[in-house]
């Protein structure tokens, strides 16, 4: 149950929501949390969780505020944890520094660092929360609330289509269909996961780098993961000239010649031999399963068609990003999800972001929430 919000309560907490997003890309796979203290109708201190590892949002605002916090309101968007982990608990810092109220957002769902609220409202201060519903914590942080729910990693496939919803002019084509706001979306997506993946056909066509090129670097940069039956990633391509420089991963299955495995070992790369899913298919549960076993929480697909469709059918994918360029390609185009048994619908995730409105679909796509760009 969630806790309703005055307006002015509700401001500030939207305001912490935003501060939050500056630990993007650094705090992974802890979640993005801001932090507003405020007194007199005045913000005393803002503090965001900025490094994996470093001080928590409250910690830091409180530290900037000093004797200044007592009596004060601290907004945060997430739960404070009450456990002693990297830092010590926020309840108690909220606590001692004489925060007298404290409002939050989504429920912290960690099983020791969670029951921070009661912590506090227990030691007589006013608590407000959790205040977000779980789906809007879940937007706000869907791999670090996906952790506790599954062992495979949280997916996000990125999908670029025409609006006619072609992924390419003709079947083995590459269509360069969006522009440079995408890229930068797309560069922004990479900064937030572990692992970056394609197929082993985009790695060939498109020879992507896959790296984080555009905005702050990521604390981690994403592992680099081809799912190749085959082993055919090729030696010379920009994925494995740089394979010692940023990790790559290739996982192939029992289809793969052992020479081609010997020289992408030799080229720096990591081979992960799995089981297949029939011809030039790879057992997807288990690739996705050897992710998680292996630190990778968040992973974002970026193609080609044949895999995301595969991961879909799969129910694998939790959030679809979805770049619809201004372009029509026609009849002779490649369809984002070819051979599907029904129309697809998509589950929309609600928000101030979408204004979509699903059709009635006979068979929805099983994505936890959809971006539109
Ligand atoms: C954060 N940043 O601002 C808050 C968090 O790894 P630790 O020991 O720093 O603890 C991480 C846990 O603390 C995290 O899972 C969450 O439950 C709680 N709150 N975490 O990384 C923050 N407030
Ligand atoms: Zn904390």
Redesign the pocket.
């Known amino acids: 149950m969630t806790v309703p919000l005055s307006d002015t309560d509700r401001a500030y907490l939207e305001q912490a929501v935003r501060i939050a997003d500056r630990g993007w890309g650094r705090?992974h796979p802890?979640?993005l949390?801001g932090?507003l203290l405020v007194k007199d109708g005045t913000v005393i201190a803002e503090g965001?969780?900025a490094e994996?590892?470093g001080p928590?949002?409250?910690a830091m605002a409180l530290t900037l505020a000093g004797d200044r916090a007592r009596g004060a309101t601290a907004y945060?968007s997430?739960e404070?944890?009450r456990?002693e982990?990297?830092?010590p608990p926020?309840s108690r810092a909220l606590r001692r520094a004489g925060v007298a109220r404290v409002v939050y957002g989504a429920a912290?769902?960690?099983g020791d660092?969670?029951g921070g609220g009661d912590e506090l409202r227990a030691a007589g201060v006013e608590v407000v929360g959790p205040t977000f519903t779980e789906r809007r914590a879940r937007a706000l942080n869907p791999a670090?609330h996906h952790r506790f729910r599954s062992d495979r990693p949280w997916v996000a496939l990125k999908l670029a289509t025409s609006i006619d919803g072609g992924i390419a002019a003709r079947a083995g084509e590459q269509s360069w269909l969006t522009g440079p706001e995408a890229r930068d979306e797309v560069h922004r997506l990479r900064a937030s996961v572990d692992g970056v993946m394609v197929g082993a056909r985009t790695a060939r066509t498109d020879d992507p780098r896959l790296t984080v090129r555009v905005g702050a670097p990521p604390r981690v940069p994403p592992v680099r993961i081809v799912l190749d039956p085959r082993a055919t990633t090729p030696l010379d391509g920009a994925l494995l000239r740089t394979a010692r420089e940023v990790p790559v991963w290739i996982f192939t299955g029992p289809e793969a010649p052992d020479a081609a495995l010997a020289a992408i070992e030799a080229a720096g790369a990591v081979v992960h031999p799995v089981g297949s899913a029939g011809p030039h298919a790879l057992d997807l549960d288990e690739v996705l399963r050897r992710c998680g076993e292996r630190g990778i929480s968040a992973l974002l697909c970026e193609g080609g068609g044949r895999l995301g469709a595969a991961l879909a059918r799969a129910d694998l994918v939790d959030r679809l990003a979805l770049f619809v360029a201004p372009r029509v390609l026609g009849a002779e185009a490649v369809p984002a999800f070819p051979d599907w048994p029904a129309p697809v619908g998509a589950v929309a995730a609600p928000g101030p972001d979408s204004g979509w409105v699903p059709a009635a679909p006979p068979r929805a796509l099983g994505v936890d929430s959809l971006l539109v760009f």
């Open positions: 705090v802890n979640p949390v932090c965001w969780h994996y590892g928590h949002a409250e945060v997430l404070p944890c456990h982990g990297r830092t926020c912290d769902p960690g660092s969670g670090f």
